[in-house]
């Protein structure tokens, strides 16, 4: 992945935990790059090894590092870096939803070597809708979790989540009902 979601990683921990605890976590993953660069591509092995010694080292489960993760992504990284173009995806959680698959578009220009996400979205009602998450990548679901919650928090609204289908239960893809 780019190296903007290393930084991310990386920014955090510091942010939360401190920098000691990010040379820790970056010791103990085993990864040898000394300094990431956003608009680089990395192997995608380099991030789920540090997603790994971040659970680790906090007595985490992946999946809830994951969804902090995901919450920072848009709260943090998003609104600084992003603001316009998260701004652009919709005025309220509903539209930004229905908007979502076209989202990561925008960002190939910017990122030509993305391996985006695909979302399709279904059954939109006036509180609820599905929003179905397909990927070349496994093990990403609860980063989609911490994402659909950071979204909420952004655009104020309660977020409840029920997994639909999930590729653990031999289904292709993912899908959330979110629900508001
Ligand atoms: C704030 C603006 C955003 C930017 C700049 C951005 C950018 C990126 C980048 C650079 C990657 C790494 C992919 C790669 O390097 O091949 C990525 C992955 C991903 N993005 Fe976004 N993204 C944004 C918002 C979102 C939103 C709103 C969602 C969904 C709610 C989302 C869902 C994902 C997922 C699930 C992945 C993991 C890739 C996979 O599943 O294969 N992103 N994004």
Redesign the pocket.
Known sequence: ??G??NKAIESLVIESFGIDKWDKIKEASGVEVDFFISNE?YD?DITYALATAVAKEMQLSVGDVLIAF?EY??LK???E??GN??EA?GNNLKE??IN?PA??NR?ML??P?????E?KVSDIEENSLY?H?F???AG?KE??RG??L??GKLYKKEVQLELITDRDNGNHHETFKVSW
């Open positions: 992945m780019y903007i979601v591509p995608d995901g992504w848009i990284t998003g609104k870096k992003y173009l998260l995806g930004f939803l979502l989202f990561h960002i910017m990122y070597k993305l391996t985006p996400p979302f929003v998450y990927s070349k990548r990403l980063f989609v994402l659909l950071g979204l």
